[in-house]
């Protein structure tokens, strides 16, 4: 036992009551006291506007004075309606990790603190890792709940406009521009959206595709989710508890229908975002949209969050290497379906799980499929390793609390975990994965060997989530090739060093997508692209750039990422283009951090105009 008598609850309360005293002198001494010298705090908005990780007591101490004065946290204290405070294992280490509320001058927020003892200091309890999240602005809070909205504007007047005329009214902006127009309504657009929508910031979504859930509907006939149902829920809205473990890509696709129409976004679906320019003076886009019938709409939104996923532009290898092919040549983008490639031969160039996905689904279509392998790929089961990071969300804390908890492993905590992590994942894998080495496929575990999620995080991919295909490989019914032992594409497929011939009617490119740069280049122009930088990847720093945070280009935002990521962080990303609406924030991520930028209260409600109550 970590704490000898007392309560954990009433070890958190202690130190949460010490930080409070710390921070309201500003008292560096005590405040010193209560962190360990190697500590992590992370804060989402609460105290400096943005998403950041500051590392080591000293430059905890810096940052906390630079903020405290602006922001005035008090009223620090657990919460007896969220999961109590406990000892857990996070990143191999035994903490006190305690859920707690607080507020500031502008609104109300939670945090988790996790306590280790210090040995050098009779083992006195620090933080090792304090996260502080908002949760809301004060005067602008979301409409649930007791908040919901009561109805009457539609209902108390019989000859008015009922619930319906206003709904439609809402989605078809005759004669207004949304605040905010979000680009792509996949899950990353479904998240912002209805939570921008609960905020009273008026948005729409556009997408090309037909039909909304069209970016699921179009994938292979056998795709199910790799993630477990409790992981992948969209905000506010969680599936029905009888759902399968792993959704099948129309149902999700239903429901995407059912979540706009029941969320009430504003969407139009089959209308292609062409691009935009900012002008700086009226501080708002001038956007060209596309509709189906070929007739251009133009816009003002003063914001415009790109929710365009990894299916931007696809990522296709010098093309002038299969010219001389004669069959048909696909990206995965491009590929469907596998029955008309029955009794035909496909090379199958890509090992990630668009490349591996499709080989299965041509092979039980009865093709015969060979596997081009690039580069080493990293494996795992689908079950239970590939599920081993998501653990927390089968082990009864509700949702919302296992959002807060992950959100609140900084970054280096969350490579040690995954280093854990892919250590097992390798044990309860090592069959497949030594008959995958005896047939000649080239394994990785990811840098410093770290895994599968953070090769999705900085590289978007590289890894495959073993549904059979890799056991089909190691028992040779699906073939694998290494991309450097073919010399040549010839018209009848591929020619390789040993001077056969592989024979191919179909080359399918798994070659993934180009990174969201180039999507940015290509709407927006160089200039804007420059401006903005790399996004996506963590480069030197402690986030991932330019996601769900402002950027140097005013009023552009990024939202991508898993169901779980897009369900967090749109909490946070929605909370800010609010404060910029209301005054609280300027729009541009890169100004100095100077608390006036971020805390001065000019706030302006009639920018955030009432939706129909
Ligand atoms: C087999 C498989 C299983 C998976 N399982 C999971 C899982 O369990 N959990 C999970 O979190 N993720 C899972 N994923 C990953 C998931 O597919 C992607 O993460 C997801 O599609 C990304 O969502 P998104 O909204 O960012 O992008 P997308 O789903 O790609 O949506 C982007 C939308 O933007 C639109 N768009 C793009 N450009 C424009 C434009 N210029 N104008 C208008 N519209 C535009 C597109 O039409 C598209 O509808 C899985 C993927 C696969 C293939």
């Not at 109590?84 to 280490?93: E, H, L, Q, S």
């Not at 406009?161 to 078809?172: F, G, I, V």
């Not at 004669?175 to 959206?193: C, E, K, M």
């Not at 596998?338 to 009865?366: C, F, P």
Request: glycine share 10%; net charge neutral.
């Amino acid at each position: 036992m970590l704490a000898g008598t007392k309560s954990v609850t009433t070890i958190a309360e202690n130190w949460l009551t010490q930080f409070e005293r710390a921070l309201a002198v500003p008292d560096d001494v005590l405040l010193k006291s209560l962190f360990h010298a190697d500590s992590y705090w992370r804060d989402l908005l609460a105290l400096t506007w943005h998403i950041r990780t500051v590392i080591g007591f000293e430059a905890i101490l810096r940052e906390v004075k630079a903020h405290v004065g602006p922001a005035k946290p008090t009223d620090f204290g657990t919460n007896p309606n969220r999961t109590a405070p406990r000892y857990v294992t996070r990143a191999g280490t035994r903490a006190i990790e305690a859920i707690f509320s607080f507020e500031t001058a502008h609104g109300r927020g939670s945090g988790v603190l996790r306590l280790t003892p210090d040995a050098d200091n009779g083992n006195a309890l620090k933080a090792w890792t304090l996260l502080t999240a908002l949760d809301e602005i004060k005067g602008f809070e979301e409409r649930v709940g007791r908040l919901r909205p009561d109805g009457k504007s539609y209902s108390r007047d019989f000859r008015g406009p009922n619930w319906l005329d206003l709904r439609k009214a809402a989605a078809e902006y005759v004669d207004r521009d949304p605040v905010v127009l979000v680009v792509g309504g996949g899950q990353a657009g479904l998240s912002i959206a209805p939570r921008l929508t609960q905020l009273r910031v008026d948005t729409l979504i556009v997408d090309r595709e037909q039909r909304i859930g069209d970016n699921w509907r179009n994938r292979y006939h056998a795709l199910t989710l790799h993630n477990e149902v409790q992981v992948n829920h969209l905000p506010y809205m969680p599936f029905p508890p009888n759902w399968p473990t792993y959704i099948p890509k129309d149902k999700l696709a239903a429901w995407f229908e059912a979540y706009v129409e029941s969320m009430e976004i504003n969407y139009w679906p089959a209308t292609e975002f062409e691009g935009g320019a900012y002008d700086e003076r009226e501080e708002r886009w001038s956007v060209v949209l596309r509709r189906a019938d070929g007739t251009k709409r133009e816009m003002h939104p003063r914001h415009v969050v790109m929710a365009t996923g990894v299916s931007g532009i696809p990522n296709l290898p010098d093309i002038s290497a299969w010219r001389n092919f004669a069959g048909k040549i696909l990206h995965s983008s491009q590929y469907q379906d596998g029955e008309a490639w029955r009794g035909k031969s496909a090379l199958v160039i890509g090992t990630g799980n668009s490349g591996h996905d499709i080989a299965q689904d041509l092979y039980a279509s009865g093709a015969k499929v060979t596997l081009v392998q690039r580069s080493s790929t990293l494996i795992v089961n689908i079950e239970p390793s590939a599920q081993l990071p998501y653990a927390l969300y089968g082990e009864g804390p509700p949702l919302e609390d296992c959002d807060l908890i992950t959100t609140s492993i900084p970054l280096p905590l969350a490579k040690r975990s995954h280093i854990l992590l892919t250590k097992q994942a390798r044990n309860l894998d090592r069959e497949l994965l030594d008959g995958l080495e005896r047939v000649g496929f080239k394994l990785d575990f990811g840098e410093d060997g770290t895994g599968w999620q953070f090769k999705y995080l900085t590289h978007g991919g590289g890894y495959y989530f073993n549904v059979g295909c890799s056991d089909l490989i190691v028992e040779g019914a699906i073939g694998l090739v290494q991309f450097s032992d073919i010399a040549d594409f010839v018209a009848d497929g591929a020619k390789m060093r040993t001077g056969a011939t592989l024979a191919a009617d179909l080359i399918v490119l798994a070659t993934g997508y180009k990174g969201q740069e180039s999507v940015v280049r290509k709407l927006f122009g160089e200039d804007i692209a420059a401006r903005v930088g790399p996004i996506w990847g963590f480069g030197d720093g402690q986030e991932l750039r330019n996601m769900f945070t402002r950027t140097a280009q005013p009023g552009l935002w990024f939202i991508a990422g898993s169901l779980a990521q897009c369900r967090i962080y749109s909490k946070y990303l929605g909370l800010q283009i609010q404060a910029c609406e209301v005054g609280l924030l300027p729009r541009i991520g890169t100004l100095p951090d100077a608390p006036g930028n971020c805390g001065s209260l000019n706030v302006n409600p009639a920018r955030l105009p009432a939706l129909s109550s």
